[in-house]
């Protein structure tokens, strides 16, 4: 509730209290008057008017006679001028009639005045009233208003224009209109200004214009707006008002509208295009597509390729009884089941006996078939719906494939065999021949008659390194059978893999000298595990003599040490390397990653380490580039796996 000043009149005191600061007012005038006679005594009204005009504006007029009355009296009988008997009363009388009429005027003039003050008063604060009303009004109504001054800054935004705009109030004050009032043509994306027409204009109001407002937040809001121009009553520009509300609603629905019909539309040329895809499917499927009805099974619809599998027979209007008169009762008890039932039913490789070709000669062809049912758009079932794929070519092929595979799963039953009984019967006379080098060489004497090395041990000794290469070389060659009959053994016992890998080393310095590569050993601590000693070194021969025979001329690195509960065995050599692609191939049987002409050798010894190695519960690993040389490291187990044990000690290894 807003409380105005009272109309009533500009004097709000009771009448005794005006009528009383008048006398009030005169006795403080005769006060100072008296005091001050003797300065004052060619004017003694001075003071009596300052009264009286001070009587007539806060009393009017009626207080103001009262001080003049009282101001006559007083200054009759206390203030008379010194002046000749015969004229002191006509002076005097002269004297207070115009005293009068001046007080009287000035009663008159300070009543105006106060009047007009207080008109002004109730005015401006009538004009405070409304304003507050108004402003309050705008604050609360639901629409955004935002006013400007006639430079085109802000000067008023309500709640709502500030919550869409993102400004607030004390911040949008003073700013730019186009800053905080940011519109955007909806469909070009290009901005746009609020357009307030000029006073004079026949249409002053601009009706509601349709926009996006970009927020100072970042966001988008479709509004209405509406401008208007603000002016004075002689038809002076002030300012204008723009009025805009949120039509996010209308928006969304218009949106919402044109999607709906633009869905529409694309779901019609969806569905065109579909049908024309379904068209193009069916006649251009790379199967045979047969459509069936009712419970006969009468043909309704081939495409091409049916027709190209089955023959002129598969034609519309006959039964596929009729058509396959030879086909499994089975199948066609099938195809009664997927109509009555419902349930799909497929055939792989099924062989159908009919004249294919026209020709009167029954043939026969086989086919993957998928039988399922072809409903209605009620879901009822109307007939069938087959799908045919010719596999005579592909069956075949796979029975020649089959009858090729068996020969050659014989054929390496054959190579293995042949292997097995070769190096059983080369090993025996090449044991004889390496027991009766070593006798002899131990028969003769270490140097000549004339102190020199004995030449016959010099050329037994050279006989005797290709003859272990060779016991070598048949030896692999039974490991080969005897894994891939799952017969080698393993002989688990407490091995010190560096006293065995030192053992090795000292053996082979021989064959490494005459290679020109220096065997650097690294194998301090013992390194104790329960592992096939054999075998073990064989792992360590097979890695050794590869490092020698690819990295000759440069030294070979090998080092065993226990990691946790690994014992970790490493080969190095800096030797033509391995390339990356091979580095897998290189464990299989058979596989060399160097040409065979520079270097020989069957491809077995690291396929072998592999075998043996995973055997004892570990791995082998290979890192190489070519031309830097390979390192081998192999890591064990120190205690042999839980499936590789037994009462004996002994596993079998199986390939």
């Known amino acids: 509730m807003t409380f105005l000043p009272s109309t009533s009149g500009p004097y709000r005191t009771p009448p005794w209290a005006r009528y009383g600061l008048a006398l009030l007012a005169t006795a403080l005038a005769f006060s100072l ?12 009204y001075f003071l009596f008017l300052a009264a009286i005009i001070l009587s007539a504006w806060l009393g009017g007029h009626g207080p103001g006679a009262l001080s003049i009355t009282a101001s006559l009296v007083l200054t009759r009988f206390f203030f008379r001028e010194d002046f000749p008997a015969a004229s002191a009363d006509a002076h005097h009388s002269v004297t207070q009639a115009l005293f009068t009429g001046i007080a009287a005027l000035m009663i008159l003039v300070a009543a105006r005045v106060r009047t007009t003050l207080h008109e002004a008063e109730l005015a401006r604060a009538s004009a405070q009233a409304n304003g507050h009303v108004l402003a309050i009004t705008l604050r609360s109504i639901g629409d955004a208003v935002l006013t400007t001054d006639a430079h085109g800054l802000v000067r008023f935004i309500n709640p709502v224009a500030s919550y869409f705009t993102g400004w ?3 911040d949008a004050i003073g700013q730019p209109l186009e800053r905080v009032l940011r519109l955007v043509d909806p469909s070009t994306r290009e901005p746009l200004a609020p357009s307030v027409p000029a006073p004079d204009t026949e249409r002053p109001v601009q009706l509601g214009h349709p926009a996006l407002l970009l927020s100072r937040n970042g966001t988008e809001l479709p509004i209405e707006h509406t401008a208007a121009p603000l002016s004075d009553p002689h038809g002076q520009r002030l300012g204008s008002v723009i009025v805009f509300r949120d ?10 509208r044109a999607q709906l019909l633009a869905r529409e539309h694309d779901a019609h040329l969806e569905a065109e295009a579909q049908r024309e895809r379904l068209e193009t499917l069916f006649m251009q499927a790379p199967v045979a597509i047969c459509l069936t009805r009712g419970p006969d099974h009468v043909v309704e619809l081939v495409n091409p390729l049916g027709h190209t599998l089955v023959g002129e027979r598969l034609a519309l209007g006959r039964s596929v009884r009729e058509t396959f008169s030879g086909l499994d009762p089975n199948l066609l008890h099938l195809l009664d089941e997927v109509y009555r039932k419902g349930t799909p039913i497929a055939g792989h490789e099924v062989p159908l006996h009919a004249d294919f070709s026209g020709t009167g000669q029954e ?16 879901g009822e079932i109307l007939g069938t719906m087959g799908l045919c794929a010719e596999v005579t070519e592909q069956v075949l092929a796979r029975r020649e494939v089959e009858a090729l595979a068996a020969d050659l799963q014989k054929a390496l039953q054959i190579r293995d065999d042949f292997l097995s009984v070769a190096s059983h019967e080369l090993k025996t006379p090449l044991t004889s021949l390496q027991l009766q080098l070593q006798i002899l060489w131990r028969s003769l004497p270490a140097t000549d008659a004339d102190g020199q090395p004995h030449p016959a041990r010099k050329r037994i000794e050279a006989t005797r390194r290709p003859a272990e290469r060779l016991h070598q070389l048949v030896n692999n060659l039974l490991d080969v059978s005897r894994i891939r009959a799952g017969r080698l053994a393993l002989e688990h016992e407490s091995v010190d893999f560096a006293a065995l890998l030192q053992d090795v080393v000292a053996r082979a310095e021989a064959d490494a000298a005459g290679a020109g590569c220096t065997l650097v050993l690294e194998a301090g601590a013992p390194v104790i595990g329960r592992w096939d000693r054999l075998r073990l070194e064989q792992v360590v021969t097979n890695l050794l003599s590869n490092a020698i025979k690819y990295g000759a001329s440069h030294p070979v690195e090998l080092s065993v040490a226990q990691d946790g509960d690994l014992a970790r065995l490493t080969v ?3 030797g033509i390397g391995i390339a990356p692609e091979h580095q897998a191939r290189i464990f299989q049987r058979f596989e060399r990653a160097v040409s065979e002409r520079h270097y020989g050798g069957f491809g077995l010894g690291l396929w072998i380490c592999r075998q043996i190695v995973e055997s004892l519960g570990g791995d082998i690993r290979v890192e190489s580039l070519p031309g ?3 390192t081998f490291t192999v890591a064990l187990p120190l205690e042999p796996p839980p499936s590789g044990r037994s009462d004996s000690g002994s596993a079998q290894m199986v390939g």
Do not use: C, M, N
Request: hydrophobic share 40%.
């Open 247 to 256: 039509i996010s609603a209308r928006f969304r629905e218009d949106h919402e």
């Open 33 to 44: 008057q008296w005091l001050l006679w003797r300065w004052l005594a060619p004017s003694p």
């Open 363 to 378: 043939e026969v062809k086989y086919f993957d078939l998928t039988w399922q049912p072809w409903r209605g758009v009620d």
């Open 628 to 630: 830097r040389g390979a």
């Open 572 to 574: 190095r050599d800096h």
């Open 168 to 170: 607030r109030e004390a």
